[in-house]
């Protein structure tokens, strides 16, 4: 069981940047996918970016231009850039994995808070 660990979360103001890590406990160099979600407050856990193991990746509309995901495989660390950081973009934000021969994010890690202030 991979165990993830999200950091680097907290508050800034509207505009600023923040970037969250997410710690995997062992080799993320097999998984096929590792994503980014978030959950506002008394919304449903959304999608943020999702990169694959081919170094792909995918956004959400609404962070295109302004999020980047990474991953450093030797650091078995996944990244997520926050820039021109939005109230809208306040929200838990979770790391997820898929292994292979899954179809759906099958690791999760507890999520950290990311606040944007006005």
């Known amino acids: 069981q991979v165990q993830l660990v999200e950091s680097g979360g907290g508050l800034v103001q509207a505009g600023g940047s923040l970037r969250l890590s997410c710690a995997a406990s062992?080799?993320?160099?097999?998984?096929?996918?590792m994503a980014w979600y978030r959950q506002a407050p008394e919304k449903q856990r959304e999608l943020v970016a999702v990169i694959f193991s081919v170094g792909s990746t995918n956004y959400t509309d609404s962070v295109k231009g302004r999020f980047t995901i990474s991953r450093d495989n030797a650091k078995n660390t996944v990244y997520l850039q926050m820039n021109s950081l939005k109230v809208e973009d306040t929200a838990v934000y979770f790391c997820a994995a898929r292994s292979p021969g899954r179809y759906t994010m099958n690791h999760w890690g507890k999520g950290t808070l990311v606040t944007v202030s006005s």
């Open positions: 062992e080799s993320i160099f097999s998984i096929n996918a």
